[in-house]
């Protein structure tokens, strides 16, 4: 069958993505690439069944791929680095897939006729003059930019639309019987009743006595691996912030008195009141609705929307005695709650409902000068390391070493041993730790900036490897953990007891133990007061059974009450259908599209040219 057959619109989006991915090609082109340059008469990297696999295609396919990694991640990446990470594996498959869908529409007979190609190529603004209408000589020379002539890109175009048309066809035929997501909802969906208790370090009967130092060690070096210290970068630095600078800033009186003047509102705020007005037209409408609300007949909201008004249109948000005119002074005199009025206003007589008071905000005079004098001076700091940068780079550029930065500049020296995710000093800044990250022996300093404005510069001395932290550094974490497993050791001995006697005759009140009943946990949930893999071994038990688990510190005995299925009254439960659904079909397009390309592969043979591999993979290095 042909697929002009069909409806030219239909024809048209499933086509379109087609169009785009040509036309993108045509505006990046080849430039500054050469993938037109291969010589010799090898002309493809291999074929499926009679669809070739041009040099250039894959080339661009590659081109394309390694410029969409960089621009997702922000950084380079080499060609080398993208064999490492499997990319050109990937690609190369890609595009043997899509010759094979290629190969495959020619053998179902599925082709797109020439006026829907021709309305496809109109359609391309790369293709259109300034009148917005087609241009047979822009066609030309956008082509030809690409490397491409008519004939060449017609047929791609061609194939790319046809293609779309079965790949369209082979993920629409996803559909997935209702039962199997109900099944897997059945699964994720149902829930545990549990009634569970906990033991805690008060429920002791005596303290754990303190450990003897050959406890301690013993602990240590059985869980050598908590005490690990990571691989460290030992790094000289030299840095300049604004705050070592602070000390040094003089700020002019002057420019203290100006700056408080401009602020002073901020620091002199007059009492405020938080008020709605609902403004009417007349005195006699005013007065009424104020008798109906002293006789408790209505109330101020009802009075707001009998007017057709919302709160929000009435609201005047909180203001000042001035900003209320004439109606200040017993606004100002009511109390929080009350309805006062009628009163005038510029728009008429109102009612103002009082629903917050702010008593005056006054800042001692003293406290803000000191504000003032530090913003202003952490500003005049910032501007003063910026104007270090020029003088230090300029050294940095004629070979000068930290040390020498440190002595003939403000910047101050020091010496970190930095692994990811230490928090102190200069390691403390984002912009210090991504650097760090980076940094390799032998690397020249370079000058960069810190997120407060700081500078810094460094070089890598050596790597420290990993090793353990000595005990003495270490002897408090080391005694707590050790406390913390005596203390769930008694209490599992305790619990595990009870246990024993809850499978026989005793409940949990008889043994005195205070219960918690929860009726709905989830695999996904978590209760509170539980730790570790409490719920997941919640959901390996059958009902009735009572087990034994600890975390944080503690010991918890729990018993299944009931197996329940999933909520069908929660909001979450449908949502979580409807997700299995998508999730189950999205899965099963998927494996049928790969099931399909692997059927055509198969069929119609796939041939590799490693050596046109090669070539091509030689101009990316």
């Known amino acids: 069958m042909a697929a002009d057959k069909g409806p030219k619109k239909a024809k048209k989006t499933a086509s379109q993505t087609a169009v785009w991915v040509i036309l993108a090609l045509l505006i990046l082109g080849l430039g500054g690439f050469g993938v037109t340059n291969f010589s010799g008469s090898v002309q493809n990297i291999g074929s499926v069944g009679d669809k070739d ?110 293609r779309t048309i079965l790949q369209a066809a082979v993920a629409s035929g996803r559909s997935v019987p209702d039962t199997y997501a109900d099944t897997l909802l059945d699964y994720l969906g149902e829930r545990r009743a549990i009634t569970w208790a906990r033991l805690d370090e ?101 009075l ?8 929000s249109d009435v609201d005047m948000g909180d203001v000042t005695r001035s900003q209320l005119g004439a109606a200040g002074e017993e606004v100002f005199a009511a109390e929080s709650g009350a309805v006062v009025g009628p009163l005038s206003t510029d728009l008429g007589p109102a009612l103002f409902r009082i629903n917050g008071i702010f008593p005056a905000q006054t800042t001692d005079r003293e406290d803000a000068y000191e ?145 918690q009943v929860e009726e709905g946990v989830t695999r996904n949930g978590n209760v509170l007061g539980t730790g570790g893999d409490f719920v997941q071994r919640v959901f390996e038990m059958e009902p009735g059974e009572i087990i034994v688990t600890d975390g944080f510190g503690a010991v918890q005995i729990v018993r299944l009450d009931e197996v329940l299925p999933p909520d069908e009254d929660d909001a979450a439960t449908a949502q979580l259908r409807e997700g299995l659904r998508d999730s189950v079909a999205q899965n099963v397009g998927q494996d049928l599209y790969n099931a399909f390309a692997a059927d055509i592969r198969n069929r119609a043979g796939v041939r590799i040219d490693q050596t046109a591999i090669n070539a091509v993979h030689a101009n990316f290095r």
């Open 371 to 515: 504000m003032i004098r530090q913003e202003i001076a952490a500003a005049q700091a910032r501007r003063a390391v910026e104007a270090q940068m020029e003088p230090v780079e300029d050294l940095l550029a004629g070979g000068a070493t930290l040390e020498e930065l440190a002595s003939e500049t403000e910047m101050e020296i020091g010496t970190i041993d930095w692994y990811e995710g230490l928090q102190e000093d200069i390691a403390a800044y984002d912009g210090f730790d991504a650097a760090a990250a980076q940094l390799a022996e032998g690397d020249y300093p370079e000058l960069t900036q810190l997120e407060d404005g700081g500078i810094f510069a460094m070089r890598l001395e050596g790597t420290r490897p990993a090793e353990p932290a000595p005990l003495d550094e270490v002897r408090n974490r080391v005694r707590s953990s050790w406390e913390t497993q005596q203390t769930v050791a008694v209490l599992r001995a305790r619990a595990e007891n009870y246990r024993d006697q809850l499978t026989e005759t005793a409940t949990f009140e008889s043994l005195g133990l205070e219960t």
């Open 53 to 162: 696999i041009p040099v250039d295609s894959y080339a661009r396919a590659l081109q394309e791929e390694l410029r969409a990694i960089e621009a997702q991640t922000g950084q380079s990446l080499s060609f080398d680095q993208a064999q490492q990470l499997g990319l050109v594996d990937a690609t190369l498959s890609q595009l043997i897939t899509a010759r094979a869908f290629d190969h495959e529409t020619d053998v179902l007979g599925i082709s797109v006729g020439d006026e829907i190609l021709a309305e496809q190529i109109r359609d391309i603004p790369a293709f259109q003059g300034m009148n917005g209408e087609f241009d047979r000589e822009a066609y030309r020379f956008a082509l030809d930019r690409a490397g491409l002539n008519e004939t060449r890109f017609e047929e791609r175009l061609r194939e790319e639309t046809a």
């Open 202 to 302: 008060g429920d002791l009967a005596a303290p754990i006595p303190d450990p003897s130092e050959e406890d301690l060690q013993a602990f240590y070096e059985e869980n050598i691996d908590r005490y690990m210290i990571p691989e460290r970068k030992t790094i000289t630095y030299a840095w300049l912030t604004p705050d070592m600078l602070l000390d040094s800033v003089e700020v002019d009186q002057a420019r203290l008195d100006e700056a408080y003047d401009d602020r002073r509102a901020e620091f002199e705020r007059p009492e405020r009141r938080l008020v709605e007005r609902l403004v009417f037209s007349d005195d006699a409408a005013a007065q009424a609705a104020k008798e109906r609300l002293d006789a408790g007949e209505t109330d101020f909201d009802t």
């Open 304 to 311: 707001v929307e009998d007017r057709g008004l919302a709160l």
